[in-house]
């Protein structure tokens, strides 16, 4: 349990559209450091955005339309979202290559 009394959500996420060039990863990054939810955000070669978000429910889920939104020079065409198992995921979250 977290300090919300509740436990903890785990979502991988895949972002397309104009997501690459644009401060897309940052902005994920500042939202994820804002929301106090940890994980990790990458470029993929096909143009995508993936990422994977841990943390309790309701930061995870306010992330999450953070991230559906994107910064103003993005145009998220595409937000495709799975649950999946908590773990692995304690602190931090960081920009992959």
């Given at each position: ?63 999450l339309e953070a991230v559906r939104r994107g910064p103003s020079g993005a145009r998220v065409e595409r937000f ?18």
């Amino acid at each position: 349990m977290d300090e919300h009394g509740v436990g903890r959500r785990a979502v991988a996420v895949r972002v397309g559209g104009r997501v690459q060039g644009v401060g897309f990863r940052w902005f994920v990054l500042r939202a994820a450091e804002a929301g106090g939810v940890c994980g990790w955000v990458r470029n993929r070669d096909d143009g995508d955005v993936e990422l994977r978000v841990e943390g309790s429910p309701r930061p995870v889920a306010a992330f999450l339309e953070a991230v559906r939104r994107g910064p103003s020079g993005a145009r998220v065409e595409r937000f495709e979202s799975l649950d999946v198992e908590p773990g692995g995921l304690e602190r931090g979250f960081r920009v992959v290559p």
